[in-house]
């Protein structure tokens, strides 16, 4: 019975659905072949790109801009020890990609602690992670998308009854790009 009914529509009703088809198809046709872009490059000089096969393909920032930066700290006392690394740069930000801890010297495995803090001084307003290592070698902590530190930033982190050695991976980013250290992280 709906067959009959679209069958038996006039021209003027055949025209309605025509004008309604191409209000639809053609602002999407159009869209998609205005498109067409292939690559993009974002503020901080990062590049995005779409293969043939329409995969995206992206790099966060170039090769020059990777940083890595180590400081070492360790004690024999329950009462925790803080180290604060130097103003990563003055000039840039800096996204934290990984930070990996590698523990050198522990009396009492298991029972020993380490934080780690975006700024200085170990402000436990700005904890990132505590970590209680089972034994000596090395903790990699991978961080997804990434810890901001901004332009005059630093990092620190505080040993208690253990000694550690901790090296951060990272990029520089335009200043503008980081307008303060990572929120809730």
Known sequence: MGMQRIRKLSRGGWLAIG???????APSAAIATAAGVTEITGPGGQRAAVTDAG??????T?????EVRGGSEDTTSTTPACLSFPV???TTGFVIRQISVSVYSDPSPGTSDLGLYE???????QVITTLTPASLGMTVLPIDPGLAIPKGGTFSFAVQDM???????????????????????
């Open 163 to 185: 000694g550690a050695f901790v090296t951060l991976y990272g990029y520089n980013v335009p200043a503008s790009e980081i307008s303060g250290y990572t929120p809730n992280h």
């Open 62 to 66: 170039t090769a020059g801009s990777y």
């Open 119 to 125: 700024g200085p001084n170990c402000n436990l307003a």
């Open 19 to 25: 004008i309604l088809l191409a209000l639809v198809l």
């Open 88 to 90: 990563i740069s003055a």
């Open 55 to 60: 995969q995206l393909t992206v790099t966060q």
